[in-house]
C-alpha cells in the first residue's frame, strides 16, 4: 500500500479561485486518478502552528529539510516564506531526524498546537475529522500522523464502535477487495446498476447549493461511476452530459419535476423526508432563492420557498404504490428509490415501500445536514441512523425481503470507518452530504441557509461568493476523498478478512462496543 | 339516562379478564379502497363483486371483506319475523376443531338458536385464482338470549332499567367478546372469532381479495339491501389473520376505513377510560367502537355522532347557529380526544330492525386527506345509493347492474363528493332504506338530515324497443342527419337534438342515433358524427321530460357503435380512423396516409404496469400517431403519461371512466376528459391543454407549473397545490377546500399563472345558477406567495377568514385582458356564456362587480433578508 505525502512542490490541479469555462464539461470521462488539490488559502487552517523567531538567519536548513514541505526559500530569495503550517505533521515528528526545531542551529522554530482548531468543530465534527477531510480531499490518502480520522467524539453512535479485528484474518487481496454494488435486486425486468463504490452522494438542490458544487459532486460521481442526486431545485442544464450518473429528485414540493428530468435519468428518488427536518418539508428562505433559483424553480425570487410535509396526493399506503407506479410509467427503465427519515416506526415505512415497488429503500437518519431548514428543526428529531439500520435490516430479513431490495442509509456519515459500521450493521450502501461539504472546504459554521449562504461560496447560490470556489478544484477534491475512502474501506476490509463489501453486510459481530474511546 | 350509561359500561368488567390488556403493537393498516351501496331491492351478491374488482390495485389480496345488511329471510332459511327478531351471530372458525367447544361454552348455554348452519363454500380454495390462504369455516346460529340468562344478567350488573332489547344487545355484545377473548385475542394461534352478530347482517373477511369472499362462499346470488366492501393493504408480517379484515362490527353496525390514525393511542385510551377494551388493534376496530359507544350505548342523535368524529371548526363553525354552537362544543370538550386523526373515510353499513330502517353511512375526516364519491340513482322503482373511493368503481356496478336488471341505469343521477367538517354537509351523506307503505323507499341526507334532491325528467331513453317511427318524423330526421353529417356540421346535429329532443317520444333520441350509424362511412362524415354526440353528451342542455342519465347511455352506446366498427391497426380498410385493444396490441404500426386518429378500446387492459393501455398509447405516439381516442376505460390510470416533452400537436380524448394521474405530466398536448375525471390528474402539468367536461377529485394538478385548463364541474380538495409557473384554470363550479394552497406562480399580468372560480351550476334545465357559496371551505389562496384568484362573487360572500396570507383586490381591467380569453374559450367549450357569468340577479354588471381578485400579499416572514429592508 502506497500512501504520498501531501507534496505542495508539485503544481496543483487547478488554481482554486479560477472558474472553470463550460467547455471543459463536453468531456463524458472523468478521471478517477488523483491529482494534488491543496487547500484554497494559502494560510490554512492546521493542527499545529511553527513559529519562526527573529533568530532566525534565513540559512535555508529548515526548507531543505522538511518533507511536507512546511518550509520554502526559494531560489533568489533572501528570506524563508512564512511556514505553511497546515501540512506540520506535529509533535510526532520530534520522532524523526528532520524534526526542523531541533535542527535549527539558531533555535529560531517552535512547534505548538494550533489555538484555532480548538475553536473549531464539535463532538459530531471534530477538528480532526474536519482537518483529515481535507488533507484526503487534498491529497487522496488518509494522514499519517498526528489527526484522529477514523471517529469524532460524540460518545455514542458510530464513534462508540470498534471492529472487531480478528487476530488471525482470512487472507484476503486488497487488490481483489470488492466495493461495488448492484443496485436492482427486484428481478422485475429493469436494467441493472452497478456503481463502483458503496457510496453516492446526497441530494443537494440548485438553490441550497451552488452550481458549482452541484457540477462537481457530478463529474466526481462520473468518475467513479456512482450517483449524484439533483435534490429538490430541479435539474440545471449543466448537469445535462452526466445523465447517466444523475438521480433525479422528485420531492414534496415537485419544484422543477418534468417528464424530462425523470426520464434522463437510470434512477429517481422520492423524497419523502428527510431526517435533518422529519416531518418538516423543505424551506428554502428567501436570500437564497435568486433570479436563477426561482427562474429553475418557476418561482418568485426573494420569496421563500416551501415544500409541503407530505405529498399531498400520497396520504396511503396504496396512494403510494399509485404514485410509484406513475414513475415508473414516466420512465421505464429507471429504479426507484424511496428516501425517508427514521420515526420509529421506520420498519413498516421500509416494507410498506417495498410492496409498494421501490427498488431503494433510503433511511435518512436524524444526524444529517440541509441547506434549506430552520434551526429549531435540525437534529432534533427522529432516530439516528445507528438505531435504524439494524432495526430495518432486521426486520426486512424476518420478512423475507432483505435480498430484494436495497437498503441504503445516510444521515451524518461522515468517514470511511462510519460507512464500513453502517454496512455491518446491515446497509448495503450509504449517501453522503456533510462529508463532500467538508470536503470542499465547510468548516462547518452553519450558516448555510440564511442570508446569501455559505460564506465560502458552496452552499450558495449568490453570484459573487459562488466564484470563490472553482469548479475543477472543487471536482478532484471530490475524486480525491473518494480515493482516499476506498484506500481505508479495502484496509478495513482486508483486516476483517472480509473480500467484499457484500459479504460485510450486516456482520454486527465484527462491531464491538467501544467502552473507552477507541484505540486501535 | 346516563346513570344506565355509566353503569352498562363499568359493568363490563365483568366480561374482562383480570390482567392488564395487551399493550399490543397496533396492527399496520394503511391503505385500502373502500365501497358500498344500498338499494330499495335486495341485490345479488354478484354486484358487490364488480366495484371490488375494480379496486383490487387499492389493496394488496392480504385482506378483505363484506358485509350484507336487509337480508332475504328464505336464504337464512327462516321465517321474516325471526330475522327481524334474532341474532345473526356469524362465527369464523380457524381452526375447525375448535367448534364443538366453542359451540358448548359460548353459544348453547347462553341462546336459543332457532338455527345452526355451515356456510356453503367451494371444495377447493385454490380453484380461485390468486387464494393463497383457506379462508376460515364459517358458522351461523340465529338466536336469542334465554330469558333466564337474560334475567341473571338483569340481576347481576343491575341493568334492570334498560329495556328488554337493550339487554339482551348488551349481552350478546359481551358474549361475543368473551368468545374473541378466549379463541382469539388471547392466543399465539388464532383459532376462532366472531364475525358480526348484529340482526339482519352477516359479515365475511379472508386473507385475500374481498370480491374473493363472494366466490368462495358462493354469494353470487345472496341478495341484501346494503352491501359493503374492503380491499385491506397491510404491510406488516407474512401471516396475515382474517380477523384483521374489515369491516368490522358494533352491533348492528359493520364498518369499513380507508386511511391511518395518527391518535390511535389517544382514541385507545379515551375508550378505556369508559372501559371498553380492544382485540383486534386496528384503528377500524376503535372506530366501529367508538360509533356503537354513542349509538348504543349514550343514544347520540346520528348528527352528534359524526360531530364528535369530525368536529366542526375555522369558518364552518361560525356558520351554525348559536344553539347548534353550544352543543357542538360540549361534544367537542367531551370526545376531542376520540376523534381520529388522520386521513380517514368510513362507510358504514347499519341497521334498525324495529324501526324497519336501513342505512349506508359514508364519512369523510374533516381535512378531506381520503378520496371520496357519492351517487344516487332514482329508477322511480328501484332507488340505489352508492359511495366509493373512486368512482370508476361506482361506474362499473350499475353497468353490471344494468345488464342484468333493466330497471337500473348504468349511469347515476348524480355524483358528488362531500366536504368534512363543514356546516354545509358535515361531510357526510347517508343512503336510508325505509318502509313506506310496506314498500321500501330509499332517501339521501346529509349529516344535519337536509335531503338530496333529484331532479331529473322520468321518461327514459335507454329501455324502448325500437320502434318503427312515423314515416315522415323518421324521413325529416334522415334528411337532417345527412345534410348535417355530408356538410360536416356537428353544431347543427347537436343543435337539432336540443331543440327536439323535450318533444320526441321516449325512443327519439334511439332513433336519431341509428340515423346517424347508418348514415356514416369512415370519413369526414364520422368524424362528424364523433364530434356532435360528444357535444351531447358533455353539455348541459334541457332534456325535457327525458332522465339525462339515460340519454347518456344511449349517446355512449352509440358512441362506442362508431368506434368499434372501425378497422383494427394493422388490418387493411378505408378511412381515417384504426382502432386497437387488448386483443391486437401487439401490432403497433406508424399511420398510413390517410390514417389520423387511433381508437384505444382500453376495456381489457390493465390499470397500470408495463402492459397498461397507457403504454400502448405512448407507443403508439412514439410510432407517429397524434391523435387518440381512448374509449371504455375502466379507471385505467396514467392516460398520457410518459410521452416527455414537446407533445403539441397531440390531441387525446377520452370517453368511460377514466382512472387516476391522468395528464400527468403533460408538456404540449390536449386531451379532454369527456366525463369526471379522478384523482391526481395534471400533477406537474407543464404546457398544453386540458379539458375536463365535469367534476374533477383530489389534488388536481399539485405541483402544476403551466397549462391552459377548463373544468366545468366541481375540484375536490387540494387543487393547484403547490403549482408555480403560469398555469391559467378556469373552474366553473367550486373546490371542497385548500384551493391554490402555497401558490407561487409570478404575477398574472405579467405572464404569471391564475385560477378563475365561476362558483355556478347548471340546473336541469341546462341554466347557469350560482351555487350556495363561490368557496364555502376556510384555506382559499393559503400560504400563496405569487398568482391569483379571479372568483366570481358578486355578493361578496367570501370572506377574511377564509384567506391566509391573501387578499382581496379590485378586478382592474388589466385583469379583465388577461381573463377575458379564457372565459371565451370556456365559453366555447361549455356553453357557459360571459354575458350569463355576468349577469347578476337579472342585470348584466361589469367584470368588476362580479368578480374579485385574491391575490397574495407580501409577508414579513417570507421574504428575503434585503427585501425587508426596504
Known amino acids: 500500500m502506497t500512501f504520498s505525502l501531501a507534496n505542495s512542490k508539485a503544481e496543483p490541479a487547478a488554481a482554486p479561485t479560477q472558474s472553470a469555462p463550460a467547455d471543459t464539461e463536453s468531456e463524458f470521462t472523468v478521471s478517477r486518478e488523483v491529482r494534488p488539490a491543496p487547500d484554497r488559502y494559502r494560510n490554512a487552517l492546521g493542527k499545529y502552528k511553527i513559529n519562526r523567531s527573529a533568530d532566525c538567519v534565513a540559512c535555508g536548513e529548515c526548507a531543505k529539510l522538511c518533507p511536507q514541505g512546511v518550509h520554502v526559500k526559494p531560489d533568489g530569495y533572501t528570506f524563508t516564506l512564512r511556514p505553511l503550517d497546515h501540512l506540520c505533521i506535529g509533535p510526532d515528528c520530534a520522532k524523526t531526524d528532520h524534526f526542523c526545531v531541533a535542527k535549527c542551529k539558531q533555535k529560531a522554530l517552535t512547534l505548538m498546537r494550533n489555538p484555532s482548531v480548538d475553536a473549531m468543530g464539535d463532538p459530531r465534527w471534530t477538528a480532526d475529522l474536519i482537518l483529515s477531510t481535507w488533507h484526503m480531499a487534498a491529497t487522496g490518502h488518509v494522514p499519517t500522523s498526528g489527526l484522529e480520522y477514523r471517529h469524532g467524539a460524540s460518545g455514542g453512535g458510530f464513534d462508540r464502535m470498534d471492529f472487531n479485528f480478528p487476530a488471525a484474518p482470512t487472507k484476503v487481496d486488497p487488490a481483489k477487495v470488492d466495493t461495488t454494488l448492484a443496485l436492482n435486486r427486484r428481478n422485475d425486468g429493469r436494467p441493472q446498476v452497478n456503481i463502483d463504490i458503496p457510496v453516492y452522494g446526497g441530494g443537494m438542490s440548485f438553490g441550497s447549493v451552488s452550481i458549482h458544487t452541484i457540477v462537481a459532486k457530478a463529474r466526481s460521481a462520473t468518475a467513479w461511476n456512482s450517483f449524484t442526486c439533483t435534490g429538490e431545485g430541479g435539474y440545471p442544464d449543466r448537469l445535462k452530459p452526466y445523465d447517466e450518473h444523475v438521480i433525479t429528485q422528485v420531492a414534496t414540493g415537485l419544484f422543477g419535476v418534468r417528464e424530462d428530468t425523470i426520464q434522463r435519468v437510470r434512477i429517481v428518488e422520492f423524497k419523502y423526508a428527510q431526517g435533518a427536518k422529519p416531518g418538516l418539508g423543505g424551506h428554502l428562505l428567501g436570500d437564497k432563492n435568486t433570479p436563477a433559483v426561482a427562474r429553475m424553480r418557476e418561482a418568485i425570487a426573494g420569496n421563500a420557498l416551501f415544500s409541503p410535509f407530505p405529498f399531498h396526493s400520497v396520504y396511503s399506503v396504496e396512494d403510494h404504490k399509485k404514485h410509484l407506479d406513475w414513475i415508473k410509467e414516466v420512465n421505464s427503465r429507471a429504479l426507484v428509490s424511496v428516501k425517508v427519515s427514521t420515526p420509529t416506526d421506520v420498519d413498516m415505512v421500509a416494507v410498506g415501500s417495498y410492496y409498494a415497488g421501490a427498488h431503494i429503500i433510503h433511511l435518512d437518519g436524524s444526524y444529517g445536514g440541509t441547506g434549506a431548514a430552520p434551526d429549531i428543526a435540525k437534529k432534533n428529531i427522529a432516530m439516528p441512523i445507528e438505531y435504524a439500520i439494524a432495526k430495518v435490516h432486521k426486520f426486512l430479513v424476518a420478512e423475507g425481503i432483505r435480498d430484494s431490495v436495497t437498503l441504503i442509509v445516510s444521515g451524518g456519515l461522515r468517514t470511511a470507518d462510519d460507512v464500513m459500521k453502517a454496512v455491518a450493521l446491515g446497509a448495503d450502501g450509504v449517501v453522503i452530504g456533510t462529508a463532500d461539504m467538508v470536503a470542499l472546504g465547510c468548516v462547518r459554521c452553519a450558516c448555510c441557509e440564511s442570508g446569501r449562504g455559505c460564506p465560502r461560496g458552496i452552499a450558495s447560490t449568490d453570484p459573487e461568493l459562488m466564484m470563490l470556489m472553482s469548479l ?43 467502552r473507552e474511546e477507541a484505540a486501535l | 339516562m346516563s346513570d344506565q350509561a355509566d353503569l352498562l359500561l363499568a359493568t363490563r368488567s365483568q366480561v374482562y379478564r383480570d390482567e392488564e390488556p395487551v399493550e399490543g403493537e397496533r396492527a399496520e393498516e394503511g391503505g385500502c379502497g373502500v365501497t358500498g351501496f344500498a338499494c330499495n331491492i335486495p341485490v345479488r351478491g354478484k354486484f358487490i363483486y364488480e366495484p371490488s374488482i375494480q379496486m383490487q ?67 377447493d380454495h385454490r380453484d380461485i385464482p390468486g387464494l393463497t390462504v383457506r379462508p376460515p369455516d364459517v358458522h351461523r346460529y340465529v338466536v336469542r338470549v334465554k330469558p333466564a340468562v337474560l334475567k341473571a344478567f338483569a340481576e347481576s350488573t343491575g341493568l334492570q332499567a334498560l329495556s328488554p332489547r337493550e339487554l339482551e344487545d348488551e349481552f350478546v355484545w359481551r358474549n361475543s367478546y368473551r368468545l374473541n377473548d378466549t379463541f382469539y385475542a388471547s392466543l399465539g394461534d388464532k383459532r376462532a372469532f366472531v364475525l358480526s352478530h348484529g340482526r339482519d347482517q352477516l359479515v365475511f373477511k379472508i386473507v385475500g381479495y374481498a370480491e374473493q369472499n363472494v366466490e368462495y362462499y358462493k354469494l353470487q346470488d345472496f341478495r341484501a339491501h346494503v352491501w359493503i366492501a374492503h380491499q385491506r393493504y397491510p404491510t406488516k408480517g407474512r401471516v396475515w389473520h382474517p380477523g384483521g379484515a374489515h369491516p368490522f362490527v358494533g352491533l348492528n353496525e359493520a364498518l369499513v376505513h380507508n386511511g391511518d390514525f395518527a391518535n390511535y393511542h389517544s382514541v385507545c385510551e379515551y375508550l378505556r377510560q369508559r372501559n371498553i377494551k380492544q382485540q383486534f388493534l386496528t384503528d377500524t376496530e376503535v372506530s366501529v367502537q367508538l360509533f356503537d359507544l354513542w349509538d348504543r350505548v349514550y343514544k347520540y342523535p346520528l348528527e352528534y355522532i359524526i360531530e364528535a368524529l369530525a368536529p366542526t371548526a375555522e369558518l364552518d363553525f361560525d356558520q351554525l347557529s348559536p344553539e347548534k354552537q353550544q352543543i357542538y362544543r360540549q361534544i367537542q370538550a367531551t370526545h376531542i380526544h376520540a376523534s381520529p386523526d388522520g386521513p380517514w373515510f368510513f362507510i358504514i353499513a347499519r341497521n334498525h330492525p324495529d324501526q324497519k330502517r336501513m342505512q349506508l353511512l359514508g364519512i369523510t375526516d374533516t381535512a378531506m386527506l381520503r378520496p371520496q364519491v357519492f351517487a344516487l340513482a332514482d329508477s322511480g322503482d328501484v332507488q340505489i345509493g352508492l359511495i366509493c373511493s373512486e368512482k370508476q368503481a361506482i361506474d362499473a356496478t350499475l353497468r353490471s347492474l344494468a345488464r342484468e336488471d333493466p330497471r337500473f341505469c348504468p349511469v347515476a343521477d348524480k355524483y358528488w363528493n362531500a366536504r368534512g367538517g363543514s356546516s354545509s354537509d358535515g361531510g357526510t351523506f347517508v343512503f336510508t332504506i325505509n318502509d313506506e307503505n310496506g314498500k321500501k323507499k330509499l332517501s339521501c341526507a346529509d349529516k344535519f338530515g337536509r335531503q338530496v334532491k333529484l331532479d331529473v325528467g322520468n321518461v327514459r331513453c335507454d329501455q324502448v324497443k325500437r320502434e318503427t317511427p312515423s314515416e315522415i318524423a323518421a324521413a325529416g330526421t334522415r334528411k337532417a342527419v345527412l345534410e348535417a353529417l355530408k356538410q360536416g356540421r356537428a353544431q347543427d346535429l347537436f343543435t337539432h337534438v336540443v331543440q327536439n329532443l323535450p318533444g320526441w317520444p321516449a325512443s327519439g333520441l334511439r332513433d336519431f342515433c341509428d340515423r346517424i350509424v347508418e348514415s356514416c362511412d369512415n370519413g369526414r362524415s364520422k368524424a362528424t358524427a364523433i364530434e356532435a354526440l360528444t357535444l351531447l353528451y358533455d353539455r348541459r342542455f ?145 404546457r398544453g391543454k386540458l379539458v375536463i367536461f365535469g367534476d374533477v377529485g383530489q389534488t388536481f394538478m399539485y405541483g402544476g407549473k403551466g397549462g391552459e385548463v377548463y373544468v366545468m364541474g366541481n375540484g375536490a380538495g387540494r387543487p393547484l397545490i403547490n403549482a408555480v409557473g403560469r398555469p391559467r384554470v378556469v373552474i366553473n363550479g367550486t373546490c371542497l377546500d385548500f384551493l391554490a394552497e402555497s401558490f407561487m406562480a409570478g404575477d398574472p399580468l405579467n405572464g404569471g399563472g391564475f385560477v378563475i372560480v365561476n362558483g355556478v351550476e347548471f340546473d336541469r334545465r341546462g341554466k347557469l345558477v350560482p351555487l350556495a357559496a363561490p368557496y364555502p371551505g376556510s384555506n382559499l389562496f393559503s400560504l400563496a406567495s405569487g398568482g391569483a384568484i379571479y372568483i366570481r362573487d358578486p355578493h361578496k360572500k367570501v370572506v377574511e377568514q377564509q384567506l391566509n396570507g391573501g387578499v382581496f383586490g379590485p378586478v382592474t381591467d388589466a385583469d379583465w385582458r388577461v381573463m377575458r380569453p379564457y372565459l371565451q374559450e370556456n365559453e366555447r367549450l361549455f356553453g357557459i356564456s360571459i354575458d350569463e357569468l355576468l349577469t347578476v340577479d337579472g342585470k348584466l354588471l361589469s367584470p368588476a362587480e362580479v368578480y374579485r381578485k385574491v391575490s397574495a400579499v407580501s409577508l414579513a416572514v417570507l421574504a428575503s433578508a434585503t427585501e425587508k429592508k426596504k
Open chain 2, 57 to 123: 390495485n387499492r389493496g394488496n389480496g392480504k385482506g378483505g371483506g363484506i358485509a350484507a345488511t336487509g337480508l332475504v329471510p328464505e336464504q337464512i332459511g327462516v321465517s321474516r319475523e325471526v330475522l327481524d327478531s334474532h341474532y345473526l351471530v356469524q362465527l369464523a372458525l380457524l381452526d375447525a376443531t375448535v367448534h364443538p367447544e366453542l359451540e358448548k361454552q359460548f353459544i348453547l348455554p347462553n341462546f336459543d338458536v332457532a338455527l345452526s348452519t355451515r356456510q356453503d363454500h367451494i371444495d
Open chain 1, 472 to 514: 475543477e478544484w472543487a471536482t478532484q477534491r471530490l475524486i480525491n476523498l473518494m480515493h482516499a475512502w476506498r484506500e481505508r474501506m479495502v484496509d478495513i476490509m482486508v483486516r476483517l478478512g472480509v473480500s467484499s463489501v457484500k459479504d460485510l453486510r450486516g456482520r454486527s459481530d465484527l462491531l464491538t462496543y467501544a
Open chain 2, 542 to 686: 334541457d332534456t325535457g321530460d327525458k332522465r339525462r342519465s339515460t340519454v347518456l347511455p344511449v349517446l355512449e352506446e352509440t358512441l362506442m357503435r362508431l368506434f368499434d366498427a372501425s378497422p383494427l391497426l394493422g388490418q387493411p380498410g378505408e378511412g381515417s380512423f384504426r382502432r386497437l385493444n387488448w386483443d391486437s396490441r401487439a401490432t403497433i404500426v406508424a399511420p398510413q396516409a390517410g390514417e389520423e386518429v387511433l381508437l384505444i378500446d382500453a376495456e381489457k387492459f390493465p390499470p397500470e404496469g408495463d402492459d397498461c393501455d397507457a403504454v400502448y398509447l405512448r407507443r403508439a405516439f412514439q410510432a407517429g400517431w397524434r391523435r387518440f381516442i381512448v374509449y371504455r376505460l375502466r379507471g385505467q390510470r396514467f392516460t398520457g403519461v410518459g410521452l416527455g416533452p414537446g407533445t403539441e400537436g397531440v390531441r387525446i380524448d377520452t370517453y368511460g371512466s377514466s382512472g387516476d394521474y391522468l395528464a400527468s405530466g403533460m408538456d404540449g398536448e390536449e386531451i379532454r376528459v369527456h366525463g369526471n375525471a379522478q384523482d391526481q390528474v395534471g400533477q406537474i402539468a407543464k
